[in-house]
């Protein structure tokens, strides 16, 4: 045994640096295009950093708030299919042992853990042979909290140091907040795991005419994916515009140094909502709806250096099993024990007021599941059925559709079913005389948190 210490050290001979940006043409796939992309709006880095080449990699700087941090970009005939953020390593490690490939996952690991959407992460986990571990979670669900837990900041590690286990070869990886570990089955062929990965995700970039051809990709619940071609709908509607845009939804805006004045924000994105200030929040009060749904809100404000955050108040009362808001909005609790009452209490209204920012820009404040997989089955004049990887995006989808819809939200019941948990809700959007209604059913896991969503949306209810 021997102490092999390796660092991250930038050498390179006989070459000029200069600011390289990587344009799409750059890359092997429109997949890595996008995971680059992804990784950049993270943190959002700059791009204008010096770069080294080399026939196999291109070495890349960028600083974000003075720190440096170094990618490597994998080529392959002159096209980048892979990328990992360089990393500090201290190993304690026999003189033989080949530590290079695994040095290349965890840094496309990291890098990926990096980027703000979890899919980049999930697609390059394999968890038949790896296994993760990160607070008191393992494998998927250790991904979604340690993701879930760095979603509004990058990962910094220090020096990764190595695990001793039996039958298998283990990292431990110190963050800001928690360890994240790592394990291969001794027996794994690492190298061959990244080159299956590489070649997964170097798809070619279509040209421009064959891009005209798109397709839907729908998931069934065998996992059996079938591409159909796409539909002629009716321009201008809700199912038209989700048709289109579900692959690609709209983003959400960062308003933080935006908003000087609160007050004057919430009153213009909420014209029909009473508004008052109490005990430092702000309560937004509106007529409770034909359907005998609410649209009431308690929001708090904290101001810091980078401008504003504004936060779904967490406020509530439990009284003879029943969850009360805001005084006047009741939720029957009583199918739950009370320890369920008491995990699941707090994030209701969190819940709840995300829904009912939905057509105002308080929603890019509040808007949080990025990571839950959905199921979205619209009933119009055909059944249409999308698989997406994220309700936030589909949120997102109908905010920019519904855009000065009057929204109401309401928890018609919590149940439990096949021992899990589930919450049914009912969200509507009033345009004129017409309304989109949708049923929303929220499944919880075993920890109390929300893994599952179906909504069944009817749109154009007169």
């Given at each position: 045994?021997?102490?092999?210490?390796?660092?991250?050290?930038?050498i390179?001979?006989?070459?000029?640096?200069?600011?390289?940006?990587?344009?799409?043409s750059?890359f092997s796939s429109?997949?890595?295009?996008k995971?680059?992309?992804?990784?950049?709006?993270?943190?959002d880095?700059k791009?204008?950093?010096p770069?080294?080449?080399t026939?196999?990699?291109?070495v890349?700087?960028?600083?974000?708030?003075?720190?440096?941090?170094?990618?490597?970009?994998?080529?392959?005939?002159r096209?980048?299919e892979?990328q990992?953020?360089?990393?500090p390593?201290?190993?304690?490690?026999?003189?033989d042992?080949?530590?290079q490939?695994?040095?290349?996952?965890?840094?496309?690991?990291?890098?990926?853990?990096?980027t703000d959407?979890?899919e980049?992460?999930?697609?390059f986990?394999d968890?038949?042979?790896?296994?993760?571990g990160?607070?008191?979670?393992?494998?998927?669900?250790a991904?979604?909290v340690?993701?879930?837990?760095?979603?509004?900041?990058?990962v910094?590690v220090?020096?990764?140091?190595?695990?001793?286990?039996?039958?298998?070869?283990?990292?431990?990886?110190?963050?800001q907040?928690?360890?994240?570990?790592?394990?291969?089955?001794?027996?794994?062929?690492?190298?061959?795991l990244?080159?299956e990965k590489?070649?997964?995700?170097?798809?070619?970039?279509?040209?421009?005419?064959?891009?005209?051809?798109?397709k839907?990709?729908?998931?069934?619940?065998?996992?059996?994916?079938?591409?159909?071609p796409k539909?002629?709908l009716?321009?201008?509607?809700?199912?038209?515009?989700?048709?289109?845009?579900?692959?690609?939804?709209p983003s959400?805006?960062?308003?933080?140094?935006?908003?000087?004045?609160?007050?004057?924000?919430?009153?213009?994105?909420?014209?029909?909502?009473?508004?008052?200030?109490v005990?430092?929040?702000f309560?937004?009060k509106?007529?409770?709806?034909?359907?005998?749904?609410?649209?009431?809100?308690?929001?708090?404000?904290?101001?810091?250096?980078d401008?504003?955050?504004?936060?779904?108040?967490?406020?509530?009362e439990?009284?003879?099993?029943k969850?009360?808001?805001?005084?006047?909005?009741?939720?029957d609790?009583?199918?739950?024990?009370?320890?369920?009452?008491?995990a699941i209490?707090?994030?209701?209204?969190?819940?709840?007021?995300?829904?009912?920012s939905?057509?105002s820009?308080l929603?890019?404040?509040?808007?949080?599941?990025?990571?839950?997989?959905?199921?979205?089955?619209?009933?119009?004049?055909?059944r249409?059925?999308?698989?997406?990887?994220?309700y936030?995006?589909?949120?997102?989808?109908?905010?920019?559709?519904?855009?000065?819809?009057?929204?109401?939200?309401?928890?018609?019941?919590?149940?439990?079913k096949?021992?899990n948990?589930e919450?049914?809700a009912i969200?509507?959007?009033?345009?004129?005389?017409?309304?989109?209604?949708a049923?929303?059913?929220?499944?919880?896991?075993k920890?109390y948190?929300?893994d599952?969503?179906?909504?069944i949306?009817h749109?154009?209810?007169?």
């Amino acid at each position: 045994m021997k102490k092999l210490e390796i660092l991250v050290v930038l050498i390179i001979v006989s070459l000029d640096l200069f600011s390289f940006e990587p344009k799409i043409s750059d890359f092997s796939s429109q997949y890595q295009f996008k995971m680059y992309e992804s990784w950049l709006e993270k943190a959002d880095l700059k791009t204008n950093y010096p770069a080294g080449f080399t026939k196999n990699k291109i070495v890349k700087s960028f600083s974000k708030d003075g720190k440096m941090i170094f990618v490597e970009y994998d080529l392959k005939n002159r096209k980048i299919e892979n990328q990992r953020e360089s990393l500090p390593f201290a190993l304690l490690l026999q003189s033989d042992f080949k530590v290079q490939n695994y040095i290349e996952y965890l840094e496309s690991f990291i890098y990926r853990l990096n980027t703000d959407k979890i899919e980049y992460l999930m697609d390059f986990v394999d968890l038949k042979e790896v296994k993760i571990g990160y607070s008191a979670y393992e494998n998927k669900t250790a991904l979604k909290v340690l993701f879930r837990d760095f979603i509004n900041q990058r990962v910094e590690v220090e020096p990764i140091e190595f695990l001793s286990i039996e039958d298998g070869i283990g990292f431990s990886i110190q963050t800001q907040k928690k360890v994240i570990t790592i394990v291969f089955p001794a027996d794994l062929d690492v190298a061959k795991l990244l080159e299956e990965k590489r070649t997964k995700f170097s798809r070619k970039i279509p040209k421009k005419d064959e891009a005209k051809e798109e397709k839907i990709t729908i998931v069934q619940p065998s996992n059996i994916t079938v591409e159909i071609p796409k539909k002629s709908l009716k321009t201008g509607t809700l199912l038209s515009y989700i048709d289109v845009n579900f692959a690609k939804p709209p983003s959400r805006e960062l308003l933080n140094n935006k908003v000087k004045n609160v007050r004057k924000f919430l009153t213009d994105e909420f014209p029909n909502h009473e508004i008052s200030f109490v005990a430092d929040k702000f309560y937004l009060k509106s007529k409770k709806s034909a359907d005998g749904l609410y649209a009431d809100m308690k929001l708090e404000v904290v101001f810091g250096k980078d401008g504003v955050d504004i936060y779904a108040s967490t406020d509530h009362e439990i009284r003879e099993n029943k969850l009360i808001l805001n005084r006047r909005e009741t939720i029957d609790l009583s199918k739950l024990s009370p320890t369920e009452i008491a995990a699941i209490s707090t994030q209701i209204p969190s819940l709840i007021y995300e829904h009912r920012s939905l057509s105002s820009k308080l929603l890019n404040f509040l808007l949080v599941h990025d990571n839950v997989a959905s199921t979205l089955v619209i009933y119009g004049e055909e059944r249409e059925v999308y698989e997406m990887e994220s309700y936030a995006n589909l949120l997102l989808l109908l905010h920019n559709f519904w855009k000065n819809g009057e929204i109401y939200f309401s928890i018609t019941d919590i149940l439990r079913k096949n021992g899990n948990i589930e919450f049914e809700a009912i969200l509507t959007c009033q345009n004129g005389a017409e309304k989109d209604v949708a049923e929303v059913k929220f499944h919880l896991d075993k920890d109390y948190k929300i893994d599952l969503i179906m909504m069944i949306l009817h749109p154009e209810k007169k």
